[in-house]
């Protein structure tokens, strides 16, 4: 039956689980790093041209949803990798 769960089983569980947590924490931290250093290049590139057009804010807008997205992803699998790890404390 698939209800008959051995707890030697659990335990090899948690390693795995914690693994998982842990690849899924380093991309996340990778990807708000990479957006923070993209956002820092292109504050540099605006300060550089400080004459804007309008096709180029249209593109300032698109870079900041962008942005936007990367971090709310980024915050979102820290949490869910802390969400894991904690889960595999428990096993």
Known sequence: MLLNI???QLAVLAPLLN???LLIAMCGAWLLLATRWRQRLALDAARLTAIQSAGRRAGVAATQRIDRFFHGFG???LAL???LSWFSRLI
């Open 6 to 8: 051995d707890i030697s």
């Open 19 to 21: 693994s998982m947590a």
């Open 75 to 77: 915050l979102g699998s």
């Open 81 to 83: 990798a802390c969400l």
